[in-house]
């Protein structure tokens, strides 16, 4: 064997070593391309939405410190029904090795523009889809992160706190419904709080869209005046008004997917986190190294290190009592070690 062969064997053995448990039906494998052309396409707008915020910023990091990687950002925007068509577009110009995108809807619109352009590869986080030959996806357990942000709410609404009041009564802002949101993401919500005490209650709301923050303010002070005390919510750069709203007239947010406290101090009192940047960074370093196994569905969760909880800030330390963050640590290490019982809810 050639040196020049055993040193990209080596290369492609160091970059390929599984991730994770693959539930693939049906993979294939392309060549290591000598440069990587990732289009970025994102199902919206990047600001104000954590998901497409780490898909940019983990794609950004890795054309950084990858010689003959090039990435180009295209923001969508929010009419729905012409995401196909642009994608189509962009991808017939044949510009790119891939297309990297971050969304539940994306594996529908990959597939028919995949009938169009065969030798296109497409791979999508936050998405499920197996057994497709130019397709890779990457599903993060939405429903364990919510479960622990519900058990927070929990701790939250049943506590002392100056905002916290007696009805057990907790809160979903959702920009619009799909599978994910009203199959795991709102019921692991209300499990985890129920975990608590099961007698709390959720009320959802949905706004209809993943911009409008006046109509988020307008639900979530309607919702302060059935009782609710803790939110959280699914909805883009609509959250701001949320947001707001709490802060103005006292009530508290758990943040799913990314580091929010800062934006507000004591009224946002627990933070996940998805580790798309990270996760994003492996899949390129795979694409580059061309070991991608295209057909093949992935989940990670907590116990794969791709969900987490954010409790090292020192604002999520100021926000809680202690007997509430330490409730919470004991859920945790629970979780993690496999002591609470449940189920995921099919897709
Ligand atoms: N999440 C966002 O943060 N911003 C968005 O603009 C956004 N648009 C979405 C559009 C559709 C059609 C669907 C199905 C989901 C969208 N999501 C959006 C949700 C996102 O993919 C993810 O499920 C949630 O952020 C929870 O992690």
């Not at 597939?111 to 590869?121: G, I, T, Y």
């Not at 799909?178 to 005490?197: E, H, K, N, S």
């Not at 202690?322 to 099919?346: C, N, Q």
């Amino acid at each position: 064997m050639k040196f020049k062969t055993l040193l990209s064997l080596t290369i492609a053995l160091l970059f390929s070593r599984p991730l994770f448990a693959s539930g693939a039906r049906s993979v294939t494998q392309t060549p290591a391309p000598a440069s990587l052309s990732v289009l970025v396409y994102i199902t919206g707008v990047v600001a104000g939405s954590p998901p497409y915020e780490l898909l940019v910023q983990g794609a950004q990091d890795f054309a950084a410190t990858h010689d003959g990687v090039t990435i180009k950002v295209y923001e969508a925007q929010f009419n729905q029904a012409t995401w196909e068509e642009q994608l189509t577009s962009l991808v017939a110009s044949g510009e790119y090795n891939l297309v990297l995108g971050s969304n539940p809807s994306l594996p529908e619109i990959c597939e028919n523009v995949a009938q169009k352009f065969p030798k296109q590869k497409f791979i999508i986080t936050d998405a499920e889809l197996a057994g497709h030959p130019q397709i890779s996806t990457y599903l993060y357990n939405q429903y364990e992160q919510s479960l622990y942000l519900g058990y927070l709410a929990g701790l939250v609404t049943t506590s002392a706190m100056p905002h916290a009041n007696d009805s057990k009564r907790i809160g979903f802002i959702a920009a619009q419904e799909y599978p994910l949101l009203t199959r795991q993401i709102v019921p692991g919500f209300l499990d985890g709080a129920r975990m608590v005490d099961p007698d709390i209650t959720l009320d959802t709301r949905i706004i209809g869209n993943w911009y409008d923050a006046n109509k988020a303010a307008e639900l979530a002070s309607s919702m302060m005046d059935a009782g609710v005390d803790v939110f959280a919510s699914i909805a883009g750069g609509a959250t701001a008004g949320l947001i707001n709203t709490a802060r103005e007239r006292g009530a508290y947010v758990v943040f799913h997917n990314t580091n929010e406290y800062a934006s507000a101090p004591g009224v946002i009192v627990g933070c996940g986190l998805m580790r798309q940047r990270q996760l994003v960074e492996e899949i390129l370093a795979e694409a580059l190294a061309g070991t991608i196994q295209y057909g093949s569905a992935k989940t990670v969760g907590l116990k794969e290190g791709y969900l987490e909880f954010i409790a090292d800030d020192p604002l999520y330390i100021e926000a809680l009592p202690e007997s509430v963050r330490s409730s919470f640590a004991t859920f945790m290490e629970d979780l993690r070690s496999g002591r609470i019982a449940y189920t995921v809810p099919h897709l």
